[in-house]
């Protein structure tokens, strides 16, 4: 069973060496694929031979994405990455385990760590422990996983047609709510399979940007049931990650957690 990771990037993370050491690390049927501009391409290449690098003009994280998964024709199982953030071998491993033997399942995802520009973990990241409650959290407004800890089947990427290059942030949260709208299976793995890394000058800090995306990406939701007990089983089942928050920063939001690097 061949698995892909893509990774977007201009070429330039003081990370990306970390990213690509943390896909190499897992099994050999794991390859790694490079998104970046050609007048990257040429170095990654020498640098990383084992890497697929493909070259792209295009502007945009998702457009970037959407030309790796153009290449993706022959692969069984799919996830993508930023260039400073970590597969975590175990978790991925045990993720592409569950994906092989249960071929039902279209999607796998599991717990995310956080950790900061060296390394150092800053608690993980609180998503749904029970599958059933997707929906109802979704309605709710709450993000519910965390993508760098999700593995896809290549079949089902290809069903939805890839992402809405329209989102500069969401585009993620917009493919899993689509993905579970059209009937797509999905199962948690209480395991560590990724982890994100805070820092300077990310993205996701734009929180207008993302907040105004976030609405349009859980806009299909709108109208759905969303049960009070689907929102109180996720903070219990997360109290504890929670509680490791709050002893490590003090009684703060992720949103603060975010700006504060």
Request: charged share 25%; aromatic share 6%; glycine share 8%.
């Amino acid at each position: 069973m061949k698995a892909i990771v893509l990774i977007p990037t201009l070429g330039i993370s003081p990370w990306l060496h970390e990213s690509l050491g943390s896909v190499t690390a897992l099994h050999p049927q794991v390859v790694a694929r490079v998104i970046c501009p050609q007048s990257a391409s040429t170095e990654l290449e020498v640098r990383w031979p084992m890497v697929e690098v493909v070259p792209d003009q295009r502007s945009g994280l998702y457009a970037a994405l959407n030309t790796g998964l153009g290449t993706l024709d022959d692969a069984d199982l799919v996830t993508w990455l930023n260039d400073d953030d970590l597969l975590c071998s175990a978790g991925s491993r045990a993720a592409l385990d569950i994906m092989a033997k249960e071929r039902s399942i279209d999607v796998t995802y599991g717990e995310v760590g956080l950790i900061d520009s060296d390394g150092r973990s800053q608690g993980r990241l609180a998503v749904a422990k029970r599958v059933k409650d997707l929906p109802a959290l979704l309605a709710r407004g709450v993000v519910p996983l965390a993508q760098p800890g999700t593995w896809l089947r290549g079949s089902l990427l290809r069903r939805l047609k890839g992402f809405d290059e329209s989102f500069r942030l969401a585009g993620d949260l917009d493919l899993f709510s689509r993905a579970l709208k059209i009937g797509a299976r999905f199962q948690f793995l209480p395991e560590m399979v990724a982890c994100f890394r805070l820092r300077a000058g990310q993205l996701s800090k734009d929180e207008g940007t993302g907040d105004r995306e976030k609405i349009r990406a859980l806009s299909p939701w709108i109208g759905v049931p969303k049960p009070i007990g689907a929102l109180l089983r996720f903070r219990y089942d997360n109290s504890t990650t929670y509680a490791d928050r709050i002893r490590r920063h003090g009684f703060v939001s992720m949103r603060t957690l975010y700006r504060r690097q």
